[in-house]
C-alpha cells in the first residue's frame, strides 16, 4: 500500500525492499521490489548520485536480479569509490557466456580498471584487450576509456613515456568523439606525468568546473586528486602562499572523498595535506 502511494521509484523501491524482507516467501514482493530498485537505482545514475545509486542496485542485485546491465553498471560505479573487491564479487555473478560484444566488452573493461592499482601489468594487458573489443564493436567513446585507464595501468607500473603516449592516445579519440569527459580524465593524469606543461593548471580547473557544475561528486573527486598533486609538485618550489593553496587543495578532496564514502581517496587527501 506505501509503495502504490508513493510519488518516486526510490521511494517505492525503499518501500517494496522492506515489504519484500517482512514476507522472504513472496516471490512475486521480492521480483517486484528487485526490479523496481535496479529501476531507481539506474535513475541515480543518471542523476549523478552514485552512492545511493549503488545502495538500490546493490538491493536488487541482493533480492536476486542478475540483468548483465543492472550488474556492470553497479560494478562500474563501485570502482571509482575505491571498492574492488565488490566490482569482481558482483562481476562473478554474470553468466559465463555474454552473447552481445559490446557487454562482453564491458566486462572485459571493467574487470580490467578494478585491477589498476593491485595488478596494473595484468590490467594494461587486459585493457589492450578491451580497447580492441570497443574498436570491433564501434564505440569511440568507450575505447577512448579503455586507451585512457591503460594509461594509467602504465602510470601506476612507472613507465611514464608509454602511460604519457597512451594517455595523449585517448585524448584525441575523446575530443574526436566530443567526450569532455573522458578528455579532462586524460588530462588529468597527463598533469601527473608532466606538471611543467604551462596547460596543465588551466586543464584541472577546467576539468573541476565541469564536474561541479554536472554534479558528479564521484567525478569531482578524480579530478581533485589530480590538482592536489599537481599543487603539491608547485608547493615544492614556492612559498608560504603555494604551500597554503596545495593544503586547502589536499583537504577538499579529504572531503570529497568523505562525501561519497571513499576512505581510500579520504586517507589520500589526508596524507597529502
Known amino acids: 500500500r506505501a509503495a502504490a502511494a508513493a510519488t518516486s521509484t526510490e521511494e517505492r523501491a525503499r518501500h517494496l525492499v522492506r515489504a519484500a524482507s517482512y514476507v522472504p516467501d513472496r516471490e512475486d514482493v521480492r521480483q517486484e521490489a528487485a526490479e523496481t530498485a535496479a529501476a531507481a537505482g539506474r535513475e541515480l545514475l543518471a542523476d549523478l548520485r552514485h552512492f545511493?545509486?549503488?545502495?538500490?542496485?546493490?538491493?536488487?542485485?541482493?533480492?536476486?536480479?542478475?540483468?548483465?546491465?543492472?550488474?556492470?553498471?553497479?560494478?562500474?560505479?563501485?570502482?571509482?569509490?575505491?571498492?574492488?573487491d565488490d566490482v569482481l564479487r558482483v562481476l562473478d555473478m554474470l553468466p559465463e557466456r555474454l552473447d552481445d560484444p559490446a557487454v562482453e566488452a564491458r566486462r572485459v573493461h571493467v574487470r580490467a580498471a578494478a585491477a589498476l592499482f593491485t595488478d596494473p601489468a595484468w590490467a594494461a594487458d587486459t585493457l589492450e584487450d578491451a580497447a580492441?573489443?570497443?574498436?570491433?564493436?564501434?564505440?569511440?567513446?568507450?575505447?577512448?576509456?579503455?586507451?585512457?585507464?591503460?594509461?594509467?595501468?602504465?602510470?601506476?607500473?612507472?613507465?611514464?613515456?608509454?602511460?604519457?603516449?597512451?594517455?595523449?592516445?585517448?585524448?584525441?579519440?575523446?575530443?574526436?568523439?566530443?567526450?569532455?569527459?573522458?578528455?579532462?580524465?586524460?588530462?588529468?593524469?597527463?598533469?601527473?606525468?608532466?606538471?611543467?606543461?604551462?596547460?596543465?593548471?588551466?586543464?584541472?580547473?577546467?576539468?573541476?568546473?565541469?564536474?561541479?557544475?554536472?554534479?558528479?561528486?564521484?567525478?569531482?573527486?578524480?579530478?581533485?586528486?589530480?590538482?592536489?598533486?599537481?599543487?603539491?609538485?608547485?608547493s615544492r618550489g614556492g612559498g608560504p602562499d603555494e604551500i597554503a593553496e596545495a593544503h586547502a587543495s589536499a583537504m577538499r578532496l579529504a572531503e570529497l572523498a568523505r562525501d561519497i564514502r571513499s576512505p581510500d581517496f579520504q586517507v589520500h587527501g589526508a596524507a597529502l595535506a
Open 52 to 84: 545511493d545509486a549503488v545502495r538500490l542496485l546493490q538491493q536488487a542485485v541482493d533480492l536476486g536480479h542478475r540483468d548483465p546491465d543492472v550488474l556492470l553498471s553497479l560494478a562500474e560505479t563501485v570502482g571509482p569509490l575505491g571498492r574492488p
Open 132 to 234: 580492441a573489443r570497443w574498436e570491433a564493436v564501434g564505440n569511440r567513446s568507450k575505447l577512448g576509456w579503455a586507451r585512457s585507464n591503460r594509461g594509467v595501468a602504465l602510470f601506476n607500473l612507472s613507465q611514464m613515456e608509454a602511460a604519457s603516449a597512451e594517455l595523449h592516445r585517448a585524448r584525441e579519440i575523446f575530443m574526436a568523439a566530443g567526450d569532455r569527459e573522458g578528455q579532462h580524465a586524460a588530462q588529468g593524469f597527463l598533469a601527473l606525468i608532466h606538471p611543467t606543461d604551462p596547460r596543465v593548471r588551466s586543464w584541472l580547473e577546467e576539468a573541476a568546473q565541469a564536474a561541479e557544475e554536472a554534479g558528479d561528486r564521484s567525478r569531482q573527486v578524480g579530478v581533485q586528486v589530480s590538482l592536489a598533486w599537481h599543487l603539491t609538485f608547485r
